[in-house]
């Protein structure tokens, strides 16, 4: 026992050690979340006993975990989960299900009783956000198919788990002298009551206050978190939780202008927040209990880390997209999320369920967090091993599939149908061109078919895509997908398939076209430079014409 009975000590010792680790994790390219954990465990009552201060830590950590789902409110946007096609909701709720329903065998099986499998199951349904959103960043494939269906996957999942912690915490305190009928009675109505008076406020008192207080962005701010926690204590108030008023208050800012300044500069308070509560749950796991959980865990970690891919592969092949885009994005949900740890320890807390529970949902969070981390780093490597045995996930007639013999002559293919992709194949068509476009937005290719355009859905990432293309009608393959990455994958694969017309790619800056032009790009578009000079020609010209005028005056 280090002996810090001075709490600035205290917090300064624990904040130095988390730096450490989180480095040291960072190397071994794991997710913080693990180290943060580790930490827990090193500065606990088992090794280096600094925490004295557990009231302090636990109000940071219930803080964070607020935030944590004001943000998931603020970013609740039911337009991000319609973009990304049926598939996201589909595949949300049909991984969900399976998961929960397989799992919950899974723990009876290990000698589970029937709440704590009931507990552990959905715990392994919620895949990482944080994690998944900051690994397809970092690859910059966030905007990619697989990358976009991820992510409206997650918000479903966000949805669900939300849901849960609100029928939880609501009939978690229920007293049993009241029946479970009066009891599920006063829950609708408290919650009734409680989202009436947030309507009202959205309707007429949010926007013209969010108004008032954005004249100063640290009020902004302010008011923001101000209102998050106000928001949670009312939910606990009224039997609810801390988390699931906060998710509420979220939800009040969702459709205002702010939103998005709100949780962009939230996100650093909302993630050293969270730091407390990845220490505090590391700190109260008892290592005794841990070690008799690692066989349970072992065999509940491969069941994520396989079965939560297989089923999404499956789900997405039924509904007819290519085995490629279907892996990739199966492994972005083969672990379980923060939000499990979080509905551990409200189980816990409601005594549902005991330590050694808690500290199998922990030790299995922390083997699928740390395997998916590379699963997720080098899934196009594993892909490419993998390849010949995932036909059994691909339709014949998956999407983007090859063309039909009697299709009209192709003289131009476009990948990529935003603003400027558009555009683009507008002009080329209404020029008398044979144009084919290709984009992953279901939205984007119908409003190309509706405009009499030939559009279809496609991936330029897609390695085997191509193979499915009339290359040997193109004359040329034009890509405005304005990602580096995606360009070279383009032109690699268009190659590979024996394509020898014309590519033309679109670039962003003098690298990026170097780069692409020594890969083998004949045509680099620089949208913003080329904007630019058509601009400069305009108002030359119209500097020109009152010249003249002024002149001839």
Same mark, same amino acid.
């Given at each position: ?23 040291? #994790? ?62 996201? @909701?589909?595949? =949300? ?74 029928? @939880?915490?609501?009939?978690?305190? #229920? ?63 009224? =039997? ?9 208050? =979220? ?79 199966? @492994? ?210 119209? @500097? ?10």
């Amino acid at each position: 026992m280090l002996g810090l009975d001075n709490i600035f000590y205290e917090f300064a010792a624990l904040l130095l050690v988390a730096a450490v680790f989180g480095a040291i #994790g960072t190397l071994l390219r794991q997710p913080l979340i693990v180290a943060f954990i580790a930490v827990g465990i090193a500065v606990g009552p088992t090794w280096l006993r600094i925490i004295e201060s557990e009231e302090a830590l636990e109000l940071l950590a219930e803080m964070g975990v607020a935030l944590l789902l004001f943000v998931v409110g603020l970013k609740l946007d039911l337009h991000l989960i319609r973009g990304a096609g049926p598939v996201a @909701l589909v595949t =949300g709720l049909g991984q969900v299900a399976f998961t929960s329903i397989i799992g919950f065998g899974l723990c009876l099986l290990l000698g589970l009783s029937l709440v704590h499998s009931i507990y552990v199951a959905v715990a392994l349904t919620f895949s990482s956000t944080i994690i998944i959103v900051k690994l397809l960043s970092d690859k910059r494939e966030i905007d990619s198919l697989h990358g976009r269906v991820a992510v409206g996957l997650l918000i479903v999942q966000d949805i669900v788990v939300v849901l849960v912690m609100i029928t @939880l915490s609501a009939f978690g305190t #229920g007293s049993e002298d009241v029946s479970i009928a009066t009891e599920a009675a006063l829950v609708l109505a408290k919650g009734a009551a409680l989202l009436a008076a947030i309507g009202v406020l959205m309707r007429f008192v949010i926007p013209a206050t969010l108004s008032f207080l954005s004249r100063s962005r640290e009020l902004l701010i302010l008011s923001a978190i101000a209102w998050a926690l106000a928001l949670a204590a009312v939910g606990d108030a009224l =039997g609810f939780s801390k988390e699931v008023g906060a998710f509420l208050a =979220g939800v009040s800012l969702a459709s205002t202008a702010f939103r998005e300044p709100i949780s962009t500069r939230l996100v650093t308070l909302r993630d050293f927040l969270l730091l407390f509560f990845f220490l505090t749950l590391g700190a109260s796991l008892d290592l005794g209990e841990l070690g008799g959980q690692i066989a349970p865990a072992l065999v509940l970690s491969i069941f994520v880390l396989a079965g939560n891919p297989l089923v999404v592969m499956g789900i997405m092949a039924v509904m007819g997209y290519r085995r490629r885009t279907s892996f990739l994005t199966g @492994l972005t949900v083969a672990q379980i999320s923060e939000f499990s740890l979080i509905l551990g320890a409200l189980g816990l807390s409601l005594g549902h369920i005991d330590a050694g529970t808690m500290s199998l949902i922990t030790l299995v969070g922390l083997i699928t967090i740390g395997t998916s981390t590379y699963l997720i780093l080098y899934s196009h490597q594993i892909y490419d091993r993998l390849a010949p045995w995932l036909r059994v996930f691909e339709r014949r007639d998956a999407r983007a599939g090859k063309s039909d013999a009697g299709d009209q002559q192709v003289e131009i293919l476009v990948f990529g149908l935003g603003r400027y992709g558009s555009a683009v194949t507008r002009h080329l068509h209404d020029g008398g061109w044979t144009v084919r476009a290709f984009d992953f937005d279901p939205q984007a290719v119908a409003a190309m078919q509706e405009a009499g355009i030939d559009a279809r859905f496609g991936d330029a990432e897609d390695p085997e895509f191509p193979e499915t293309l009339p290359l040997d009608q193109a004359r040329l393959v034009v890509s405005t997908v304005p990602l580096l990455d995606s360009n070279l994958a383009l032109i690699h694969s268009l190659r590979h398939w024996d394509y020898d017309g014309q590519i033309a790619v679109t670039a962003h800056s003098d690298l990026e076209t170097e780069i692409l032009q020594r890969d083998g790009a004949h045509i680099v578009l620089r949208p913003y430079l080329d904007a630019a000079a058509e601009a400069k020609d305009i108002l030359e010209a119209t @500097l020109r014409q009152e010249s003249e005028r002024v002149a001839s005056a």
